[in-house]
């Protein structure tokens, strides 16, 4: 397994208030992603990392941030946050061909 | 943009019955295919992967899959299902050009009656 966590691994917060959730991984993979997961939906791209301070956007960006200035670490950042941005968020990094994703984070905005 | 469609968003079987979980996918060029596998509270862990060659892929836990090309499927099986393959399960696409563009299906989730 990749080593990747998430911080924090629950929050709640409340409507308007900016958020920031940490991506970390010690495989020293240059591509990093953040998707969220709803019932549903399975899980929608929200930003991705092709390396040091290069991201793009995915599917959802809207409402959400990144920013990635070492190769460990991937920030999502919710500039102010919604009770629509209530969801499950994971962090995954990508060698090769297949994808390895971190434990989540969950979300509550209240 | 490509696409999957997993049909049935849950899937019931008994303990020791053939597990078949359906997928299928859109994509304009050739794609790679996934099946991962979720169990609560946890992320995605990568069951098994088509990229090139074999069309029949075997994964871990004793699943496997088939890549068919003229009917755009990936469905997953397992010859006798066991208690602890409850859980959910994701196929996803991602085409031979777009390394960032990964898409998912909705999920199935599957439970397993003793």
């Known amino acids: 397994d990749a080593g990747i966590t998430q911080s924090p691994r629950h929050k709640v917060t409340e409507t308007g208030t900016p958020v920031t959730l940490r991506c970390h991984q010690t495989e020293n993979h240059r591509y990093m992603y953040w998707y969220r997961q709803d019932p549903g939906h399975g899980l929608r791209l929200i930003h991705y990392s092709y390396g040091v301070k290069d991201t793009d956007k995915g599917e959802v960006s809207d409402g959400y941030s990144v920013s990635r200035s070492k190769t460990e670490d991937f920030l999502l950042t919710l500039e102010s946050a919604t009770s629509s941005q209530t969801s499950v968020y994971f962090c995954?990094?990508?060698?090769?061909?297949?994808?390895?994703f971190g434990p989540g984070t969950r979300l509550t905005v209240t | 943009a490509q696409s999957v469609t997993q049909l049935g968003s849950h899937v019931s079987v008994s303990e020791g019955a053939l597990v078949l979980l359906r997928c299928n996918y859109s994509s304009s060029v050739p794609p790679y295919l996934f099946w991962y596998v979720q169990y609560p509270n946890q992320g995605l862990q990568l069951l098994l992967k088509y990229t090139t060659g074999a069309t029949l892929v075997k994964g871990i836990n004793g699943f496997e899959a088939e890549f068919k090309k003229s009917e755009t499927s990936f469905h997953l099986t397992k010859p006798s299902a066991h208690m602890s393959d409850a859980a959910e399960y994701f196929c996803?696409?991602?085409?031979?050009?777009?390394?960032?563009?990964?898409?998912f299906g909705a999920g199935t989730r599957l439970t397993v009656k003793p």
């Open positions: 995954a990094t990508q060698n090769h061909y297949e994808q390895y």
């Open positions: 996803a696409v991602r085409d031979t050009y777009n390394n960032n563009d990964m898409r």
